[in-house]
């Protein structure tokens, strides 16, 4: 069955930078993008952007142009969301999505809680 | 940006109750829309999606419906592991997602 695993909280200071991971398992992973998508404490959804694990071709959510990134590695099937300059209101729980055959995302990580704090 | 904005914000049902949830958008996104429930400390599950396609094991009591602009999610009869919030989410354009909507036990 379709898995994505999600590396564990992180703590920053204002300024610093994070990198999140994203293994995945029981699908080929080049084979469908994998978006990411973040959720501040008691508020909705925020979709950052994409990668194509395939070629690595990214598109990023015009707020986030500039200061995130986001890459993979096709040999561990992994996929990486790095945010820079990180502000105290970047603490929220990020998680990846695998985009299903229709644009939806019918495969989550179990979210990954990032707290900016000095 | 397509805004995607939900109604109400929360949706106080008895169980046993069907619940009707609104989600209108700011442009037509034709039939690109899912519907997520996410409940405390856990990821967002797909419940439906191309407007009213249901995603695997999701039970029939869940339905979407609409296209264009406005678009419904109905429970038919709410049970206990349905209170939770609810997410619509267009993906005609670059992803947007509304504001959610709380169900919760009246």
């Known amino acids: 069955q379709v898995q994505l695993v999600q590396s564990g909280a992180e703590v920053k200071k204002p300024g610093a930078s994070v990198k999140v991971s994203c293994k995945a398992s029981?699908?080929?992973?080049?084979?469908?993008?994998m978006h990411w998508v973040r959720q501040a404490p008691g508020q909705g959804l925020e979709w950052m952007g994409w990668?194509?694990?395939?070629?690595?071709?990214?598109n990023y959510a015009q707020k986030f142009q500039g200061w995130v990134t986001m890459t993979r590695d096709t040999s561990i099937s992994t996929a990486y969301m790095e945010l820079s300059r990180l502000r105290s209101d970047d603490t929220a729980v990020y998680y990846c999505?695998?985009?299903?055959?229709?644009?939806?995302?019918?495969?989550w990580g179990q979210g990954t809680l990032v707290t900016v704090s000095s | 940006e397509i805004v995607m904005t939900q109604s109400p914000a929360t949706l106080s049902v008895s169980p046993g109750e069907r619940a009707t949830l609104s989600c209108r958008a700011s442009?037509?996104?034709?039939?690109?829309l899912a519907w997520y429930q996410q409940k405390p400390g856990q990821a967002p599950r797909l419940l439906i999606y191309?407007?009213?396609t249901r995603a695997t094991g999701i039970p029939a009591r869940f339905s979407g419906s609409g296209s264009g602009t406005e678009f419904t999610l109905t429970i038919s009869s709410l049970q206990s592991e349905d209170f939770a919030v609810y997410y619509c989410?267009?993906?005609?354009?670059?992803?947007?997602f509304g504001q959610g909507t709380k169900v919760e036990i009246k």
């Open positions: 442009q037509s996104v034709s039939s690109n």
């Open positions: 029981g699908y080929t992973f080049t084979g469908y993008y």
């Open positions: 191309g407007a009213s």
């Open positions: 989410q267009q993906y005609n354009n670059w992803p947007t």
């Open positions: 999505a695998r985009e299903g055959d229709y644009g939806d995302y019918n495969n």
């Open positions: 990668i194509n694990p395939n070629s690595g071709g990214t």
